[in-house]
Structures are given as C-alpha cells and as structure tokens.
C-alpha cells in the first residue's frame, strides 16, 4: 500500500470519499495528473485554510503603504492581520510620504452597531480617518457579519469619495465566502482593476519596465528581486502589493510587461490587463539560483533587446560569482536530504526549484488554497467546474479599453515567441515533481502529522499553525509564511539566506538533547556477585 | 515608526486605531486549551479559527490545536447545524478527544445559530462530551471570551455530590502556564489541595520530547470541572476575568468564593497567600516568607533607579491592574494606565490604588487605544512603557525602555514559562524593570559618569 492509502485509509467513508480527489501520489508522470481542489473544507478536519477576509485584507489590499484600510466589523479580525505578516513596507515618494502598514484600522463594531447597522459608524470612522490622517485612498474590507446585517459598503466608499474628493474602495470580502483566502485574492483584484489601475498617467522613464505582480515583499523579497531588476536596467513601475501603493498601481498599465509570482493571488490582474491594456505576463520565479536566472533571461527574451539580453547575462554572472562559494557550501550540507512544503500561493512550487539548487529533494507538497490550475496548469481551466461556493464570487469581464491599449506583439509574433518563451502561461506544480511524491490540495493538521510518519522527509516547510507540532514529534520545521522572521529568500542574495537558515535549522545543536542521556545508561551499577 | 501618529489628540467615537484588545473567541479558545483532552471548536467561518490557532502559537511558541466548523454563505443562510454536527463526527473519529469545547464567532451570532439545542439533538460516542459557549465578538474582548468559556464548561459539567471533596478551587485568571505553575506551587506550599480551572500549563509549555500528541494530559481534567461544585472555597484570582464565573458557582452549588486581583506584586501575592491560609489554618511556611523577604530586600535595594520614574502600563485588565500595583510598590508612578477591554470596574479599581498610594496626575482609561496612548505619550513622555508586544511600535517610536508582559507577546521566547505573578514573578518583573531602566540609563550616561557599581 502506498503512503496515499495508507493516509486515507484511516478516514471515515464521508471524509474518505472527499479527500482521496485532494491527494495525489504522482505516478507516471507523462499520463495527466488531476487533483480535485478549491472545494469546500470539511468542517471539523483541521485544515490549515483562513477566510476571504485574510485574502482581501490580509494578503492583497493589507499591504498597500498609502492606504487606509478599514476593518469593518468586530476587532478581531483587523487585529489579527495587524502586522503579522511582514509585508515590508517604506514609506515613498508614490505613497506620498505616507505608510499605513504599521497601523491597525477597525470599527470595533459592538452589539447596536450590529442591531441597527454600521454604515453610520463606518462613515464616522472614515470621517476620523480622513481628519487625523488625510489619506489619498481608503479601502473598506468587510468581515463576516456586514455581508449579514446587509452593510452597503460600496455605497459607504462612493459617498466617501463625493464627500472627501479621494478615493474610496469597499470589499465585501466576508469571511464566510467562497471556501478560503482565494475568494479574498479575486474580490480584492477585481476592486483594484476596476477602480485603480488606469486611473494614473505617469509613464516609465525607462526603455524596459514591468510590474511584478503577487510579491508581497515578505522579508523584503520585492526589494531583492527590484535590486537584480534595476542592475538589468528594468524598471519597476510597481509591485502588487508588497511594499506598494495606490500612487503607484494606478500606473501599472504603463508598464511593458507583467511578472506574475504568486500565481493564485493576482492571476485574475495579470489576464484582464492583458485584455484591457494589452500587456502580456509571464510567470517567472525568482525563488531559487536557477530560477532567478532563468526569469531574468526570460525577461529579456520577452523585450528582444541585444543590449538588455546583453546586460542580464553580465548581472547573472557577477551575482552568481558573489555567492558562489556560500551555495556551494550549504549545498554541500544540505544534499540528499528530502523535505515537504505547505503552503499558500504558488511558493510550495518554488522552492522546490531553490530547494533543489542545494540537493533537497521535496517529496510531499501541498496549497492551502490553490485551484486545479496552481496544479496542473492553465490548459484546465476550460474543463474546471464550477461549484455554488465559486459562483457566489463574482468574475469580472474586462474589455478592451481603446485609449490605452497597446499591443506589445502581435498575435502571430506572440507565437513565434512563444517558440522559446511561455508568454501568458503557467504549467502549474505537478510537472516539477518526480513519481512517489505527494501532492495534497487543502492539507489539514492529521494528514500533515500522518505524511510526516509515512515519507519521513528531513525538513517540513509550513506555516505557525503546524510548526511546533511538526518540531515537537522530532522534524525541522520552517515557516514558509514568515520565513521564521528571516529572509529575503528570493533572488540570488536570498538564496543564500536560506541555505543558511535551513543547514541553521537541521544542524542546530539542541537537537542532540531532545533525549536525556539517563535514558541511554542503565540507571543502576553493580556487580555480579557470587 | 507609526510617522502618522501626532501629538493632536482628537475624540474619535467610531475609529478604532492600534486596538489593545481583540475578539471574544480567541479567549474562549486559550481557556479551552486549559481543559485535558479537549478541542476547542469555533463555530464560524474557517478564518477566525485559523486567525486564534495563529496568535496562540505565536505568543506560547507551542502548537494550539483547534477546529473550526467551516461555514460557506450556504451554511450562513441556512444555519450551521450541519456544519457542527459534520465537525464533531470528524474531530472525535480523527483526533479522538474527550470532549468538544464550542465557541460560537460573530457570523453564528449574528444569524442566531442555537447551539444548545444542535448539541442536544447530537448523537454523540460512548462517553464523549460537548460543551459550547457564546462568545459574540462584537461584545467586550477577547477577556469576555475566556471568562464566557469557563461558564460554559461549568454550565454543562459541573455537579454536587452532597459530599465536599475537601478541595479549594482555584480561578486563574487569564495568564500563562508559568504563572500557573507558580500558583500552583504556592497552593502546595500552602498546603491547600486544589482544583485549578482552567489550566494550560502542561499543555501550552509541553516539553520536547520527540513525540507529538494533539493532546497533552495537561489541563483540568472533567472529573475535576464536574468537582468544582464539591469544593469548599473559591479563590477568583483577576476580578474582571475570573468574577463573573466566580459568581455562577456561588449561585449554582452554593460555593463561597472569594475574588482577588491578579496576585501580582507583593500587596496581591499576600492577599493570595493569606486567602489560602483561611482555607487551610496553616502556617505560612518558611519557603514562602523567605521569598517575600527577598522581595522586599530587592524593593529596598533597587529603589534609588526605580522611585518616581513614569511608567505608560496596557493590556488586559487585570493584568494591568497587578502591574500598577507593583509599580506603585517599587515607587514607579504609573502614569497612563489602559485596557482596550470595555470596563467600567478597570477605572474604578486603578484609581482606588492611585489612590491608596496617593499618586496624582495620572491618566486610567478602559476601552482605549494605543493610538490615544502614544498620542498622550507624544504630549507628556514616560519613562517606561510596560505591556504586550505591539508597544514596541510606541517604544521604538519615543524611544522608551519597554518591557513586554500580558497577551499577546508575539516576538520573545521564553515568557510563557515563566511567572509574572507570586514573589518569585514579581522578583522577575523587578529585574526586567530595573534592567531596563538602568540599561538606559547606561546608553545615554557620558562616558565620565558611566557608572562602574550602580
């Protein structure tokens, strides 16, 4: 029996029925592999997911500097996502000077409030706000009792905007819809291409531009991967939303090219400015040596510039000669182990890429949120059906705005491209493992615990819910959210940040006293006496 | 840091900004966790489950297991039940506890779901529990939640025998296992057998021993909640968070309780100690007089770097009252005082001891914000700021020694194993407020009166 029967073999028939489709164990892999994913979690499992709240707020719209976000709702949930997640920010000339990142917003709604409705509270505090911080921009994000009471929040942000001549966005981003962050991901880049991209006229001052879109600069991986960007001469309009801005998002559609990190986030972004403003993505992932490079190279394939070509190719050399010995040395302490990642967005696919770079081979890995494409690639996206739970979050349809629509190639120069180069495409994580791995969509804490028994990997990447649970039964981990606090972890110079942490981690000397040495000595002495 | 907070202070009557507070349901769970064998359940949306399991880890670095009911819209239109009741069948088949702990979130109490009666209908396994509370998180704070659990738990379990089992309970009040412990030494050296409830050390400071178990055995075990209506005396420790359950065993099983603040410094160790001493008519044992003499020594000596310096203290309300209190014993006036919880008794009690202690011109506010208390900082400084980890925002900000105690403490290691409360906690708290204070005094000193003996 494989490790994937033998997991679910401990299930009830109901739950047994749900997750045999959540697991894979990858066998031929020239046959397709098909995984059921983004369906609903069984109440009760443990599973590792948040709300569409935590996607709206506390992923896509919490990390823009010069935005007021208001929690509406009950103080929780806008205390929870209050800088917990390291999406590093400094104030700058596009936030106006301005940085809300540090800053918790909430209408603390108490019982009347719910009784009677909060849209009064709601503009009293957006009148506060306005009064103690002038903002260019507020963003309402609505947790799960505004959906209920019926809180018009959109009509809260257009009455904001009328009154205060600034701009003025509401989410109804209730926790309860949808079946986790997901649903958040795509309310909150619907609001953000509806309302903001577009609405700017600051054109790039450089030849070659982008956007690098779903970098959420954890650890100050935006920055990482700005700093080997501008060495090549590219310029970042902006970043959505890691360390970003309304001044700066409003510009997006000037950009010449889209870089799309975490695929699952802001995929929706990346295809509609495709449609609307003609700008074409590209998947890249700076997570890794070899991956790094291959983005950059990609990137200038893209621009098709003998200059640009010739100026990444200088970069990644003199990169690759600054941390040479360091990943040579960590590799050399590192290879041959194996590890398992969980996570969010699209990082459980690359750091298998950067984890490979030191010898580590992943052998179990998972999303929390993922759909079928984060898996198998967007050639499923036609055949995914449709669930009530996915129909209740709304899809919009772009069109092609005439004014600032351009096309950066035509269709049949696209194709030729498209020869060396995958424009507008992902291939999803399966086609990066090898047979015998797991896959699991929408892990939960027993099948993490259960995996970690069966396939024995030396390291388990994972977010703080799992963490110590995964430590305690006697397996580094590390948290692939937060990066435990360290980072950056993204381009070259990160790279070697997480050769160090993770050789840190295996190697770190308390590991040699999880067991008492009276456990190992016979506890009385003498002598056999005749 | 925080550049957008002014000296400007402004009422503001509906904008919450940097809460010192948060929801009832994360409190509900922390008091779960304190109960053997249990799973705490949140009935709600899967995001407020995976938000209270977040910040538990991140303050007791531990792993804080808990389930969730997963509501979609479906379930928030047409109610929960099937949700609850799919849940309790998962978590007893995969993670085998003995009982379900179940709080209810903002989104079940807005649509009114009646958990007592979806428990009733339950069809549960031989000799499994279900308890639940409500904790609507648009009511008081995350205290409310912790207090509103303990009820639920005392609600559903607890029983009178007729026959006193000879046993005082214990109320600790929200506070760590390291406090716990201390209480409970103290119990011991006291020689007061007792039912402490509830109780997560053993469970949120579990060793490592290279085996992981959803649960621990640490925690009040149910024949110990069910035994509460047998005890003969109540000590309440924290009168804000342990008062109102204190009240429900008095008039439930007629058990006489007394309510005490958070034993935090030596005033409220001692009423601890000599409310134990009723209880057993012993002596106060040498252990134990030893330590507050040792206390007092440490007052003695340290108070020239201590004495008038200005203290800002927040969290929750009890703690924060312990802590004023000890300021006060070590000469510190405590100079802004805050709860985010909305509690009238907070002012009422802080202002009493300002009183007792004759302190004027200091500022005591319940239902605050750390807007409002970098704000005043802005305009009057402290020298001191005391409180959970989102002041060293503040503190980096104005440059203000800060020493972290209360919930949540998110960014040190090491604090939850260790007591704030008894002498030996408060020992503890006056070496960390010297250190910090003398620490700072070193940094600016010139280098002719950096002091060599202090």
Known sequence: MNEKNKLIDKYSAK????RKDHILQLEDLDEAQSIAANTRAIPGVMTARGCCYAGAKGVVVGPL??????????????????????????????????NFVPYCFSTDMQEPDIVFGGEKKLEKAIEEAVALFSPACIMICSTCPIGLIGDDVQAVARRTEEKYGIKAIGYSCEGYKGVSQSAGHHIANNGLMRYVIGTGDKAPAK???VNVLGEYNIGGDGWEQERILKRCGIEVVSMFTGDGSYGALKNAHLAGLNLVMCHRSINYIAEMMKTKYGIDWLKVNFIGVGATCKSLRDIAKYFNDAELTRRVEEVITDELSLIYDDIEYYKSRLTGKTAGIFSGGSRSHHYQVL??????????????????????????????????????????????????????????????????????SYDGMIPEMNPGN?????????????????????????????????????????????????????????????GRDVTMALYTNAWSFVSPPWKNEPMLVGTIGG | MLDLTTSNVMERTALRVNPCKTCQPVGAMYAALGVANCMPHSHGSQGCCSYHRTVLSRHFKEPAVASSSSFTEGASVFGGRSNINTAVKNVFDMYDPDIIAVHTTCLSETIGDDLTSYIMDMDLPEGKTVVHCNTPSYVGSHINGFFNMMMGFMNYLTKKTGTPNGKAAIFPGWVNPGDIRELKRIATLMG?????????????????????????????????????????????????????????????????????PMPVGIAYTDAYVMALQKFSKKEVPEELEEQRGQLVDLLLDSHPYTHGKKAAIFGDPDVVIGLTSLCLELGIVPKYVITGTPKDEFTRRVNALLEKYNVEGCTVKANADLFELHQWIKNEPVELLIGSTYGKQIAKAEDIPFIRAGFPVLDRYAGPLMPVVGYAGAIRMVEKICDALMDRQDRDAADEDLEIVM
């Open chain 2, 192 to 260: 007061v057998p007792y039912v402490m409830f509830p109780d997560q050390s053993g469970v949120l400071d579990a060793p490592m021993t290279g085996k992981y178990e959803y649960f621990t055995g640490g925690g009040t075990t149910l024949p110990e909640i069910a035994s509460l209506g047998d005890t003969e005396q109540l000590i309440a420790l924290g009168e804000i968070t342990s008062g109102e359950p204190a009240e429900l065993l008095q008039k439930k099983w007629k058990v006489p309780h007394t309510l005490l």
């Open chain 1, 207 to 209: 030849k070659f531009s």
């Open chain 1, 438 to 498: 797991i896959v699991v969509d929408d892990y939960n804490h027993f099948e993490t615990d259960e995996l970690i028994r069966t396939m024995k990997p030396d390291i388990f990447f994972s977010g703080i819910k799992d963490k110590y649970s995964i430590q305690k039964a006697g397996v580094t981990s590390r948290q692939m959210h937060s990066y435990d606090y360290s980072g950056p972890y993204a381009g070259f110079r990160g790279a070697v940040n997480f």
């Open chain 1, 355 to 424: 984890l490979r770079d030191f010898g580590i081979e992943t052998i179990i890995a998972g999303y929390e949120f993922a759909h079928r494409d984060d898996y198998e690639g967007r050639e499923i996206i036609p055949f995914i059906k449709e669930d009530a739970d996915n129909k209740n979050i709304e899809t919009i349809t772009v069109e092609r705005d005439l004014a600032l629509y351009r096309e950066r190639y035509s269709e049949a120069e696209l194709e030729a491209l498209g020869a060396e180069l995958d424009v507008d």
């Open chain 1, 65 to 98: 500097k010069d935005v007021c976000v208001i929690t509406h709702g009950p103080v929780g949930c806008g205390f929870y996502s209050w800088g917990t997640r390291r999406n590093k920010a400094r104030a700058d000339e596009d936030s106006g000077g301005k």
């Open chain 1, 15 to 18: 739950v047994y029925k749900n």
